[in-house]
């Protein structure tokens, strides 16, 4: 990988992590459009870069993040990821089979934008309007609906944002919520993806892999990249939301996955 696809894989992971279009899948393209995606720091890279879209959580909602006397806050987002934790761990090898093919993951893409066509119409009567509100049994059911995700093409985000408004949020608590989740969640993934996986018939291990070449600083590079491209698409998907709803997201991943889908079936 050189450093433009490194930036270019980057934007796409700033763009894309917290809207509900799976950031999993438009990586996974654009590393098999460039014919890159084998190659084992390039797997660890779409994983690790995700330290960028988590700072840029904390750093817009730092007030929410570094007010130490509310501990219900840190409990419910500690109890709502171990799901994900534990499933994840269990599901690993199966996720790294589908991660190398870009056909099941299009028809995905696909399935969740006809989802998110109806999920306004589906949840009209939202009851929890802030973060607040959100009983510890509500959060650890959300933080089940995020394992939906760990199929690629699903999308965190979405997942976590059904999940949210089936449990009564609205949609701009229920998207809240699940940037809020996506710290930890993300935070571990990448911990566990650089000190702990192994890769490759060498079974080098994440840093490892980070110290060769220019790796180091191609991870710094996509790190500062998708931290400030995330504020940005964070910032303009509230906006969205509240005005529009999901349907020009569930339209977007319908016209995405289908034209990944013809390119990946006719032309690899």
């Known amino acids: 990988m050189d450093f433009i696809q490194a930036i270019i894989i980057a934007i796409i992971e700033g763009l894309t ?14 590393s098999s459009y460039y014919g890159i995606q084998e190659d084992d720091f390039v797997k660890l890279f ?6 960028g879209a988590i700072l840029a959580v904390v750093a817009l909602y730092w007030k929410k993040f570094f007010d130490f006397t509310k501990i219900d806050f840190y409990m419910k987002l500690a109890l709502a990821v171990i ?15 589908v991660l190398g093919n870009p056909v099941p993951i299009a028809i995905v893409l696909i399935v969740g934008g006809v989802v998110l066509l109806f999920v306004d119409n589906y949840f009209k009567n939202p ?12 959060a650890i059911t959300i933080g089940v609906w995020q394992c939906l995700a760990m199929m690629p093409g699903t999308s965190r985000a979405a997942a976590s944002i059904i999940g949210g408004m089936q449990q ?11 940037f809020f989740l996506a710290v930890p969640t993300m935070l571990a993934v990448t911990t566990y993806s650089i000190l702990i996986k192994e890769y ?10 980070m110290m060769e070449g220019d790796n180091l600083k191609l991870f710094a ?4 990249i998708a931290f400030v491209v995330a504020i940005i698409a964070i910032k303009g998907f509230i906006g969205v939301i509240k005005k529009y ?7 977007y991943r319908i016209i995405a996955g289908a034209a990944l889908l013809a390119y990946f079936t006719m032309y690899k």
Do not use: C, N
């Open 245 to 251: 709803g999901f349907k020009p997201w569930g339209w």
């Open 200 to 209: 490759g018939s060498a079974e080098t291990k994440g840093y490892e892999l």
């Open 127 to 138: 009851t929890v309007f802030k973060e607040e509100d959100i009983t510890v049994k509500k």
């Open 83 to 97: 799901p994900a934790l534990l499933l994840g761990k269990l599901f690993d090898e199966m996720i790294e089979e």
């Open 17 to 30: 992590e917290y809207l509900p279009i799976s950031s999993t899948a438009h990586m996974v393209f654009a």
């Open 168 to 178: 009564g949020l609205t949609r701009q608590a229920a998207a809240e919520f699940s």
């Open 221 to 224: 590079i996509g790190s500062i």
């Open 46 to 51: 779409q994983v690790s870069i995700q330290l």
